[in-house]
């Protein structure tokens, strides 16, 4: 339930972001929630693959900085796949993914 939860919160924040700031843009809440899923699964793989070496290497000081980045690399990554998500640049996918860190901790 919390995955789901979790889901719509980061789908929601993208959109919003998507919203707010002009460098981001989402076609549909629909696929909002596809990019969300898309990047749960992706994190939980390919940003585990990524983020276990970094952690050993900085000893764990640096988690949540480590987390931000895979993250928005992997948001960066999705943009390059998919023609719904157009993310103009790093700092907008380090901002929606601090937003989608601070939205997760909240729940």
């Known amino acids: 339930m919390r995955f789901v939860l979790e889901i719509l919160l980061n789908a929601g924040v993208l ?20 990019v969300a899923l ?26 949540f900085i480590v987390r931000m980045l895979v993250t928005a690399l992997l948001l960066k990554l999705i943009d390059k796949f998919t023609d719904d998500l157009t993310i103009d640049g790093y700092l907008p996918a380090i901002v929606i993914a601090v937003a989608m860190a601070a939205a997760s901790s909240i729940l």
């Not at 959109?15 to 629909?30: D, E, M, R, T």
């Open 15 to 34: 959109l919003g972001i998507a919203y707010l700031w002009p460098k981001v843009h989402v076609k549909s809440y629909v696929f909002a929630i596809v």
């Open 38 to 63: 898309i990047l749960g699964i992706l994190n939980a793989t390919i940003g585990f693959l990524i983020r276990v070496p970094l952690n050993f290497l900085t000893l764990g000081m640096f988690t």
